[in-house]
């Protein structure tokens, strides 16, 4: 998946988020098709693991990913604190 851009507010889903992300460049996707996420926290550290695309395949810039937080999951806590701060409504 190439590089992403957060898009809105998470939808919440019983303790779980779901995240709209602008694609550029756009990018074809399958329904349940694994991608993987990188992120790079403002300390520098990355982490980075494999989520289902969440979104319907169709000829769009953005896809939807559910994050559900894990306790003490190390890439789920940093997308949903670094989310919660981009994506304010």
């Known amino acids: 998946m190439p590089p992403a851009t957060a898009r809105g507010a998470p939808a919440d889903h ?5 995240f709209r992300l602008a694609l550029a460049p756009p ?4 329904a349940s098709q694994h991608s ?5 926290a403002p300390d520098g550290h990355t982490a ?3 989520y289902s695309v969440a979104s319907a395949p169709e ?6 990913v559910t994050v559900e937080h894990l306790a003490g999951g190390e890439l789920s806590t940093l997308l949903l604190d670094i989310m919660a701060e981009t994506c304010k409504p």
């Open 48 to 50: 980075s693991r494999s």
């Open 36 to 40: 993987m996420i990188r992120v790079t």
């Open 14 to 18: 019983d303790g779980s988020k779901t």
């Open 59 to 64: 000829a769009s810039a953005e896809v939807e």
């Open 27 to 30: 990018a074809d996707h399958l």
